[in-house]
């Protein structure tokens, strides 16, 4: 079974510029998060879906994130204009129904310049 | 707010070892528990969970977590590290939003 899945695995970028990650989920999983890991810390969520609606993203800094989940299956995640603080590891991650355990992805390392 | 605290940032141990890794959490309600643990150049992987039952917890590689509901904590533990068993772990904890929420993490070196 394939786990999940995400690119690009790393990408720097000039600060001001967009830069967009993307995540396929385990198949079958209704439920995708995105996480973000600064060093030394644990993974914070930003955003969660069940199936196509995004039941949580209180934490999602909307002035400059955007992210979307069409049909249910794939994800991505914006940012527009990326800030140097930015720069971090976005992880995706997908649950089954919400309940059970979430399975993560390998990340993607931004860095921004 | 559900939040979970990790008292060890870094721990250095030699092989055969045991350990305790401490986690406490603050959420009233049912909760699920789980460790994670990050191997260098790795992805997060499970290994292990409580939802309820048995409060003792086997997990992978001879891992387990006791899950004491008086005291909002499930510490875990090994009995004997390997060097292999170096790596970054994660508690976390599930309320009734199904918000999965990370404590900050500890880091764990094993010397042989």
Do not use: M
Not at chain 1, 34 to 60: F, K, T
């Amino acid at each position: 079974e394939a786990g999940v899945v995400q690119s690009p695995r790393y990408k720097i970028i000039e600060k001001k510029q967009p830069v967009a990650f993307w995540c396929n989920p385990i198949s079958g999983h209704n439920t995708l998060y995105w996480y973000l890991q600064n060093l030394g810390q644990g993974p914070e969520l930003l955003i969660r879906y069940e199936n196509e609606e995004a039941v949580d993203d209180s934490q999602l800094p909307k002035d400059r994130f955007s992210a979307e989940r069409l049909k249910g299956v794939d994800s991505t995640l914006k940012i527009q204009p990326a800030e140097l603080g930015d720069s971090a590891v976005y992880l995706c991650a997908s649950s089954l129904d919400g309940q059970g355990e979430a399975f993560f992805g390998q990340g993607t390392r931004l860095t921004v310049v | 707010a559900q939040s979970v605290s990790q008292h060890n940032h870094h721990v250095i141990l030699s092989e055969a070892a045991s350990l305790e890794l401490g986690c406490n959490y603050s959420y009233g309600g049912t909760v699920n528990l789980f460790w994670y643990v990050q191997y260098p150049g790795q992805h997060l992987q499970l290994l292990l969970k409580y939802f309820s039952g048995d409060p003792l917890v086997k997990g992978i590689k001879g891992f387990e977590a006791e899950f004491i509901k008086s005291k909002f904590s499930f510490n875990l533990r090994k009995p004997s590290v390997q060097w292999s068993d170096t790596a970054e772990y994660f508690c976390a904890v599930k309320g009734n939003t199904d918000k999965l929420i990370f404590g900050t993490g500890t880091r764990l070196q094993v010397f042989p």
